[in-house]
């Protein structure tokens, strides 16, 4: 087990469940207050998606990001900035036997540097990169990011000085994963983020977890989450099999069965899970020296 446990919060993520839950976050002054939100609670890291404040939807606009990272920047309240850059991998491939043309609703796909634009500009402390493509819905959208992409894209982080978290979704995503950082391309220490749970990719049971943490690269420092009612026991998993915590709204939208959660709640309801079993919380000031962070 691990007793010296750093939390991540997703404040909001970029699916369509704005009109899921009342308070989601949306809009730039939101999203940074929700952030702001989990550091009180007790989460040493912020994990930032933006989205259109017109629509709710995901969005990739630098000037959105940019909002949001001077916000909490200003604020009297420290917290580690992780900002996405997972979005503009999205393919939808037309329906039945016409998936070309692509679905043009749904398909949002750019080259691997515009998609770290506004890492570039803002130089958080740490960025995602989702580390191989995937089926990620039940219809035709697929997660891009072929071998080409992602060694341009830790390329780039890398020559930024941020500090990539790995986002493993399945277990050759750790393949992917060790091949970046034999190509030198992944600096230590090697941060990852197992995401269990999600259809398609590698289930959160015990079995699995296990197997994914038997594969991690030596002296990797990972954190893991699931989705929907499993986010909450997971915090429990991930500490038992030595890994950090994520908990938010990008991945579950309640507290309790039928009440709705805020970012602060579900902070402090894994706080409370993992203080229980006698772990010990990091501050956002020991996060950034065990993970060796470029503070800004």
């Known amino acids: 087990m691990n007793f010296d446990v750093f939390v991540t919060c997703a404040v909001t993520g970029s699916g ?8 989601l976050p949306i ?14 609670a007790g989460a040493a890291i912020a994990h930032i998606h933006v989205r259109d404040p017109a629509t709710g939807l995901g969005s990739r606009d ?31 491939f037309g329906q039945g036997e016409t998936p070309l043309p692509l679905n043009a609703k749904g398909t949002d796909m750019v080259g691997p540097l515009e998609r770290l634009v506004h890492v570039k500009e803002l130089l958080p402390e740490i960025c995602t990169i989702d580390c191989g493509t995937m089926n990620f819905s039940a219809g035709d959208y697929v997660m891009t990011n072929t071998p080409s992409m992602l060694r341009a894209m830790a390329a780039a982080v890398q020559s930024y000085g941020v500090r990539p978290e790995l986002e493993v979704f399945d277990m050759g995503h ?9 190509e030198g391309l992944i600096s230590d220490p090697v941060m990852i983020q197992l995401c ?17 943490v038997a ?12 989705i929907g009612r499993h986010q909450l026991p997971y ?16 991945d579950n939208l309640y507290l309790d069965k039928g009440v709705f959660a805020s970012n602060g709640d579900l902070v402090e309801r894994a706080v409370t ?24």
């Open 16 to 23: 369509e469940t704005a009109d899921k839950h009342p308070n």
């Open 27 to 40: 809009t730039p002054a939101q999203i940074a207050d929700a952030a702001i939100e989990a550091a009180k």
């Open 62 to 92: 630098p000037a959105l990001y940019r909002e949001v990272v001077e916000r909490v920047r200003a604020s009297d309240t420290d917290v580690i900035i992780n900002l996405t850059a997972g979005m503009g991998g999205d393919l939808v």
């Open 174 to 182: 750790l393949v992917m994963v060790k091949q970046l950082i034999k």
């Open 196 to 212: 269990m749970g999600i259809p398609y990719g590698a289930p959160d049971d015990m079995l699995t977890t296990a197997a994914m």
């Open 215 to 226: 594969q991690l690269p030596p002296n990797a420092i990972f954190s893991g989450f699931s």
């Open 235 to 250: 915090v429990a998993m991930a500490a038992l099999a030595g890994g950090n915590v994520r908990v938010g709204l990008e």
């Open 273 to 296: 899970i993992l203080k229980n079993m006698g772990a010990r919380i990091m501050t956002p000031e020991q996060t950034r020296a065990k993970l060796k962070l470029n503070r800004r």
